[in-house]
């Protein structure tokens, strides 16, 4: 049987670290989902 598995993609701008952190870390381990976190980082 296939398993299902979902590809999630977190953006967020140079000051949305601590934001994805504390999404990630209230996500269950046993979803059936890869992340990308994709951060626009500052030029400085």
């Known amino acids: 049987m296939p ?4 590809i999630v993609a977190i953006g967020a701008s140079a000051g949305g670290l601590e934001a ?9 381990a046993e979803l059936p989902c ?3 976190v994709l951060q626009h980082l500052s030029p400085s």
């Open 20 to 28: 994805i952190s504390r999404l990630v870390g209230t996500l269950p």
């Open 3 to 6: 398993c299902k598995l979902f």
């Open 34 to 36: 890869a992340y990308v």
